[in-house]
């Protein structure tokens, strides 16, 4: 219970990754599935604390609200389509879109 109250507060910090992260969780699960997306929060929390606490010189930094779009690289992802079809056995040529 109270790891889902500080799940809370860190998805009410503005420009947060698990507000960001909250809101994906809600994305995918429904807007009537707050207490889910609330409970994949409180689990992350949980996962972060872990990695604080076992390395004892760590030190917590956060990722930021826009992390998820960083992530989101078309080039490697397009590279990555690229190795699968040619991995099935295809030819590929890719031609820019107009």
């Not at 009410?12 to 960001?20: M, T, V």
């Not at 998820?68 to 078309?74: A, E, P, Q, Y």
């Amino acid at each position: 219970m109270a790891l889902c109250e500080a799940a809370w507060a860190g998805v009410r910090k503005n420009d947060s990754y698990l507000e960001a992260q909250f809101r994906r969780f809600q994305r995918r699960f429904g807007k009537k599935a707050e207490g889910k997306a609330i409970f994949a929060c409180a689990h992350s929390l949980i996962v972060m604390i872990y990695h604080v606490l076992a390395e004892p010189d760590a030190v917590y930094d956060d990722l930021g609200a826009d992390w998820f779009t960083r992530r989101d690289d078309t080039a490697t992802h397009t590279r990555r389509l690229v190795r699968q079809l040619e991995k099935l056995g295809h030819h590929v040529t890719l031609t820019p879109a107009a």
